[in-house]
């Protein structure tokens, strides 16, 4: 696994600055320096987790936040280096999933954010089950993406991790956020593919080859 100390705080918010002003690649690690096929995590709970073996989505894309942190963001911005060009919605329900053949979920809390909204954890717990609920009815792939790392986990955070995983068909984790194999071990349960990267910087390729 690549490098898994390098995504601390201050890089992460170095990155975002340069992946939202748009600027060259200098910023974020060589693409070619990202394994082809990365390797298996260990799930803290035992079990091999297995990345992503080839593409399974498809746009239209609708993108939204579990949490409401500013990580949907910088997911928008990632998605559109790397030509996705998703709809965002931050606040989507299932009434907004439209003709979206994938659904994916920016993970992580933010008190601020949720209070900018006007809503609370259990509110917002409540609109991302129905919403993936339905998105999974509507047979959507669903792709669940932690970038925050470690500054993005705690009680708040660990919320909406869960539910996000449950019925996802992929996930992408910045490892310094799966220390403790949470997301491995959910992963895992859940029988799903997950990839971890070393910077968020490193979500652009592996979500890009998800799709078709």
Known sequence: ?????????????????????CGGGS????????PA?????????????KGLEG?????PILLTSVGQSADVEMVKVMMDKGGLSPETNSLATEADLGD?????????GSSKGL?????????????????????????????ALHIGGEARRGDLSD???????EKADYAIVVADGN??????????????????????ADVVEPLKAAFK
């Open 55 to 59: 593409p399974i989505a498809e746009s």
């Open 37 to 49: 096929a990365p390797a298996a995590s260990e799930p803290a709970g035992g079990g091999e987790v």
């Open 179 to 200: 220390k403790d194999g949470l997301m491995s071990d959910l992963a895992s349960k859940a029988g799903i593919p997950m990839d971890e990267v070393a910077t968020m």
């Open 27 to 34: 910023s974020a690690p060589a693409s070619s320096a990202a």
């Open 115 to 143: 209070g900018a909204a006007g809503i609370d954890a259990n509110q917002e717990l409540d609109r991302v089950n129905k919403l993936i609920a339905a998105a999974d009815e509507k047979g959507l792939t669903i792709i």
């Open 1 to 21: 696994m690549m490098k898994k100390k390098l995504a601390a705080l201050g890089l992460a918010l170095m990155l975002t600055v340069s992946l939202a002003a």
């Open 159 to 165: 919320k909406f991790v869960a539910p996000s995983f």
């Open 100 to 108: 979206s053949k994938t659904l994916v979920l920016a993970i992580g």
